[in-house]
């Protein structure tokens, strides 16, 4: 039990360091993703094809092929061509461009579900497109896509556990590096799965707090 | 001049022909009814007038703005031609208070504290005064109708369209807004009602139109074209109608 304890204590500033990688990772990923995402589905919804289908392919290319391969392309496939990134901006911009298509997908459709009437009620009383979007359809918007996109946020929280795999010393890759001198793999494991766990659980909670807001007035 | 003037409309929706060739001419401070059969078409002219529906043809000029056929009209209007909506359409994430100063704010760029009193006074207007903090889900069908009036009549619109105000209400509640109509009638203000409520169209409209099938058949003073209709067509609508 004692050599446990000495063992986390001893473990602990490496894999608070590896964490702390997670966070950043996963925030850079949503927020970029969510921008990227917000622009794709207006692109989504788009009366002018030439907008509407690059889009769509862009989302089912992103969608259609694993989250490992986009990031190897990225990061070791890319110099080929002599783009070589740092590990923690091609692990950025892969989970960013990943999560863009999954935001795009999500905000579409509670842009598109939001009803017709809404639009028109806009847009008697004389407002352009571009009013009625941000006045009128985005509030009511928001309030239907808070939830599945914290489940991708959360998703991608674990995701980046990917990131090992290309030299971004997150939390699993400390992990890994902790049991290869150590050899106490089933302990460090947990440990990092328990810290993995209170990141979700975290941000789960932060999804209710925005639930509730979205929701605020609605009865 | 008139305040609606329109020559030979057409509306298609794909190969279905909706309005085939409507002329109509609406005087300042006209009432008018527009009645018939569902599938008339009388609900679309009324979203063509709009510019909630593009049209195909014909020439159409409302509050002073000519429309050509394709070409957006709602934005020109910029609210002078207001709408009310069968299922009213409240914005559901403001207050009755901030659904009235909207437009006013976001499309006439005026200061919050302007809009909102003017917003306060006109709901005082159509008796929602004790509700002007309210959010739209918190109110009855007849006081979310009531508020759609009072947003539609802060933009001062010169022509108000009324697309069957009524008939998305329990029967209890459609006499708290067919009199808040009657009020506005009796101000001279122009408008154009779709509506199946039929003595209502009598008493209020000046005018009655009918319609059925795309085209206008039969329009004459309300009176008249209830009391005396010259079209079989009208008259047989008119007798099913009644009809107990």
């Given at each position: 039990m004692d050599a446990t304890l000495d063992l986390l204590s001893q473990s602990a500033p490496l894999l608070l360091k590896g964490a702390g990688y997670t966070i950043a990772l996963s925030l850079i990923g949503m927020s970029l993703g969510?921008?990227?995402?917000?622009?794709?589905?207006?692109?989504?919804?788009?009366?002018?094809?030439?907008?509407?289908?690059?889009?769509?392919?862009y989302v089912s290319a992103i969608r259609g092929t694993p989250l490992l391969v986009q990031l190897f392309?990225?990061?070791?496939?890319?110099?080929?061509?002599?783009?070589?990134?740092?590990?923690?901006?091609?692990?950025?911009i892969g989970f960013s461009l990943n999560i863009a298509a999954y935001a795009c997908e999500i905000l579409r459709s509670a842009i598109a579900n939001v009803d017709r009437g809404q639009w028109e009620a806009a847009t008697v009383l004389g407002m352009s497109r571009g009013q009625a979007l941000r006045r009128v359809i985005l509030p009511q918007a928001a309030r239907t896509a808070v939830a599945p996109l914290s489940n991708s946020f959360i998703s991608l929280v674990k995701d980046t556990s990917l990131a090992a795999t290309i030299q971004v010393p997150e939390l699993f890759r400390q992990t890994q590096l902790i049991t290869a001198r150590t050899f106490e793999i089933f302990t460090m494991y947990l440990a990092a799965a328990a810290l993995y766990w209170i990141v979700s659980t975290l941000l789960a909670a932060g999804q209710g707090v925005l639930e509730r807001r979205a929701a605020e007035g609605r009865r | 001049m008139s305040a609606v003037s329109a020559r030979g409309l057409v509306k298609r929706f794909d190969d279905v022909v909706v309005l085939n060739g409507v002329d109509i001419e609406v005087a300042q401070g006209e009432v008018v009814a527009i009645i018939?059969?569902?599938?008339?078409?009388?609900?679309t002219l009324l979203r063509c007038m709009a510019g909630l529906e593009l049209l195909d043809g014909g020439a159409l000029r409302i509050a002073g703005v000519e429309a050509a056929p394709r070409a957006p009209l709602a934005r020109a209007?910029?609210?002078?031609?207001?709408?009310?909506?069968?299922?009213?359409?409240?914005?559901?994430?403001?207050?009755?208070?901030?659904?009235?100063?909207?437009?006013?704010?976001?499309?006439?760029?005026?200061?919050?504290?302007?809009?909102?009193a003017k917003a306060r006074a006109l709901l005082e207007k159509v008796g929602l005064g004790a509700r002007v903090d309210a959010w739209p889900g918190e109110l009855s069908g007849g006081q979310q109708?009531?508020?759609?009036?009072?947003?539609?009549?802060?933009?001062?619109?010169?022509?108000?369209?009324?697309?069957?105000?009524?008939?998305?209400?329990?029967?209890?509640?459609?006499?708290?807004?067919?009199?808040v109509i009657r009020e506005l009638a009796a101000e001279k203000r122009t408008m154009l009602i779709v509506t199946h409520q039929m003595d209502f169209a009598r008493d209020v409209a000046d005018r009655t139109i009918f319609m059925d099938s795309g085209v206008i058949v039969e329009q004459a003073p309300s009176r008249e074209l209830f009391g005396a209709p010259k079209e079989e067509r009208t008259r047989r609508f008119l007798g099913k109608v009644a009809a107990p």
């Open positions: 969510l921008v990227l995402g917000f622009g794709l589905a207006l692109m989504r919804l788009s009366r002018s094809a030439l907008l509407r289908w690059p889009a769509g392919v392309l990225i990061y070791y496939g890319l110099p080929q061509f002599g783009v070589e990134l740092p590990p923690l901006a091609a692990a950025g | 018939g059969p569902s599938g008339s078409g009388k609900s209007l910029k609210g002078r031609v207001g709408f009310v909506f069968q299922s009213f359409n409240l914005f559901p994430h403001r207050t009755a208070l901030q659904n009235v100063a909207e437009g006013l704010i976001v499309v006439r760029g005026q200061p919050r504290a302007a809009a909102e109708q009531r508020c759609a009036i009072a947003r539609a009549l802060a933009m001062d619109p010169e022509v108000i369209l009324f697309d069957e105000p009524t008939s998305a209400l329990d029967p209890e509640l459609v006499g708290e807004v067919l009199s």
